[in-house]
């Protein structure tokens, strides 16, 4: 067998375990929702759903890998030398290899220690979990593949072969653990505190090191979990200790939902569903002065709102509602894509925002390790988003209106007979969003059921119904959507283990006091918060910043006696703004490319529009009546 068809083989079979576990996923929480009125419940539904997350979650980052798709900050972009920017990306693969290698001997000695005893049924808990050191293997072996440096001929195999090396002796502790237990023989003691010694010696370089390999365009979810490795053998933590965090966040059933709506999100975007909605809105609000204004930024919303990539939707999107608003309505270049630039983000604070489930969730997390009683649900965090939200909508649209008639766009005239048409084409994709919030919010479905039935609504809607997709495409949506889930899940299982050393650390309390002591003035914190995140937008994405950053930023809320719910929106709405703040706004960049523009042009053309989202973000910040009341109302 030829190692091409060999390669070939082992690709199909990755897709099929990800892509069936995904459909699993979607399947049986559908059928428990459809069962429950008749009292019948599937045995070991739940337990069963959680452990093919943690399977769907692992086998999406190996096919991510595989498709050189993991989130990373990625400065070199602005490197034209061909050759140095390929010595970058070797050196990022090296780095890479070497810290996934300890994770695959780290995860050995959890599956065989920390999973003892433990099972699903009649199922071991170890089987899932082989999928963990399956995973770390063939992750650093194609990291070390793709770190080859061509001009070395033939010792170009030394360098990744040697990061395996460093890899597997930095995972000493895991391996001799693995060999003899607790009982380690004498002579290796010594050279095991040395190991642990030097780690604490060596954590703050170290950790440096990776920051600095981050922003050369190692991917962020190896950087947190470089540096959590890192941390943890630094305070004399067992091997254990991050594949557990890792295993937890994996198996945490508040976040199931983040898969199976990112695949919503992508059933929709590859279908036609963009133009039918475009074709719905225009007919109900062309009529009125920017009327296809509030139809831009109502479908962008929605779109994010599913897909939690608001990057997606200026992809997806960005072409068809550039052709009306510019070529048929008359709108000015800059207007228009800055108008598409800065609309892709506002569905972060909508149902069911993917942002909004991920902070809800680990805020209660952080506040359960400080010993705070917390009685938040996602539902409380949805809640608190919604008002901002609709300001953000709504300052938008005001703006855009008021440009509308400063440059006198034509208004085209209402015609009843379109406008029934254009809803009856696109009534699925508009009732998709109520049906799924009622469903939720009446307590009808759980949010992981929600999730589960968008992603069968929308297989129905835009396959057999609408027949957008065909059979044979289905692949083809899961190809997309896998590398985002693959990207964002991996960042989670690593931040998790991250989060867990931050706070052992007992680093946030003591940020804290220093804070109080340095800072009074509760403004004054929110101020320099909201600066730093903007800041923070800027150079990193939305989910690695909730889950490294967040648990910082919860203790200080808890010292200046600020909600969490308000702070958690607070949070959201600034790295909103951030992906558009230059110089390295990320949806900057993704417009760009989709409109074939300069970066600096596009810079210059959302600049009207991040003075307005600031102007809202100051509001949120400073009334925390916004986020707040409806969560109390309805508490």
């Not at 990306?89 to 003892?116: E, H, N, P, Q, R």
């Not at 909004?356 to 988003?385: E, H, P, Q, R």
């Not at 867990?500 to 918060?529: C, G, N, R, V």
């Amino acid at each position: 067998m030829s190692k091409l068809s060999a390669g070939r083989i082992a690709g199909a079979v990755e897709k099929g375990i990800c892509y069936g576990v995904l459909i699993l996923m979607a399947l049986l929480p559908t059928a428990d929702a459809l069962l429950r009125p008749f009292n019948i419940a599937i045995p070991l539904s739940r337990p069963l759903l959680i452990h093919l997350f943690l399977v769907a979650g692992l086998f999406a980052a190996m096919l991510t890998t595989r498709a050189k798709d993991h989130i990373s900050i990625a400065i070199t972009q602005y490197i034209k030398n061909e050759r140095v920017k390929n010595t970058i990306s070797g050196i990022t693969g090296l780095i890479s290899a070497l810290v996934v290698t300890v994770l695959f001997w780290d995860s050995l000695s959890f599956i065989k220690y920390s999973l003892a005893g433990r099972t699903m049924g009649i199922i071991p808990d170890s089987v899932f979990a082989l999928a963990m050191p399956i995973a770390y293997g063939v992750i650093a072996v194609r990291f070390a593949i793709g770190s080859r440096f061509d001009r070395f001929g033939r010792i170009q195999w030394i360098l990744p072969v040697l990061a395996i090396v460093i890899g597997t002796a930095a995972a000493i502790p895991a391996i001799t653990k693995l060999i003899w237990g607790f009982d380690l023989p004498e002579a290796f003691i010594a050279p095991m505190n040395f190991l642990y010694d030097a780690a604490y010696y060596a954590k703050l370089p170290i950790i440096l090191i990776l920051i600095a390999a981050a922003l050369i365009g190692t991917p962020v979810f190896v950087i947190i979990a470089g540096i959590a490795l890192v941390m943890l053998q630094a305070a004399g933590g067992e091997p254990d200790a991050a594949p557990i965090q890792i295993f937890s966040a994996l198996t945490n059933s508040e976040i199931i939902a983040i898969p199976l709506f990112t695949l919503t999100g992508f059933f929709l975007s590859e279908s036609k569903a963009g133009e039918r909605l475009v074709a719905a809105f225009r007919s109900l609000f062309s009529w009125i002065p920017g009327g296809m204004i509030i139809a831009t930024v109502v479908i962008c919303a929605f779109f994010t709102s599913f897909t939690g990539a608001s990057g997606v939707t200026i992809l997806a999107l960005g072409g068809i509602l550039y052709t009306i608003l510019k070529e048929k309505l008359g709108y000015a270049e800059k207007f228009s894509i800055g108008l598409l630039t800065s609309a892709g983000c506002i569905g972060l604070l909508f149902p069911p925002s993917l942002p909004i489930i991920l902070v809800g969730s680990t805020t209660n997390s952080i506040l359960y390790f400080m010993g705070v009683t917390a009685n938040y649900t996602i539902i409380d965090f949805f809640l608190g988003a919604i008002f901002p939200g609709l300001i953000l909508v709504v300052a938008m649209i005001i703006f855009g209106i008021v440009a509308s008639v400063k440059v006198k766009i034509p208004v085209e005239p209402f015609k009843a007979k379109e406008a029934g048409a254009a809803l009856k084409g696109s009534a699925l994709e508009i009732l998709l969003p109520v049906f799924l919030i009622a469903g939720y919010f009446s307590g009808t479905l759980s949010l992981v059921e929600v999730s589960a039935v968008s992603v069968i609504y929308a297989f129905i809607a835009e396959v057999l119904i609408y027949r957008d997709i065909k059979f044979k495409d289905i692949s083809k949506v899961f190809l997309k959507a896998v590398p985002i889930i693959g990207g964002i899940l991996a960042i989670l299982a690593m931040a998790k283990a991250l989060s867990y050393a931050i706070i052992d650390s007992q680093l946030p309390e003591q940020f804290a006091t220093w804070m109080q002591h340095t800072i009074e003035s509760k403004y004054l914190f929110l101020l320099i918060l909201n600066l730093a995140l903007l800041a923070l937008g800027c150079v990193m994405d939305i989910f690695s910043a909730i889950l490294v950053i967040l648990p910082l930023i919860v203790p200080l809320g808890q010292v200046y006696g600020i909600n969490p719910v308000h702070l958690g929106i607070i949070f959201i709405i600034n790295l909103e703004v951030g992906f558009l703040t230059p110089p390295v706004g990320i949806n900057l960049f993704l417009s760009s490319y989709r409109f074939k523009r300069p970066f600096t042009e596009i810079c210059r053309f959302v600049l009207p529009f991040i003075a307005v989202q600031l102007a809202v973000v100051f509001l949120v910040t400073y009334v925390p009546w916004l986020s707040s009341f409806l969560p109390s109302l309805f508490k």
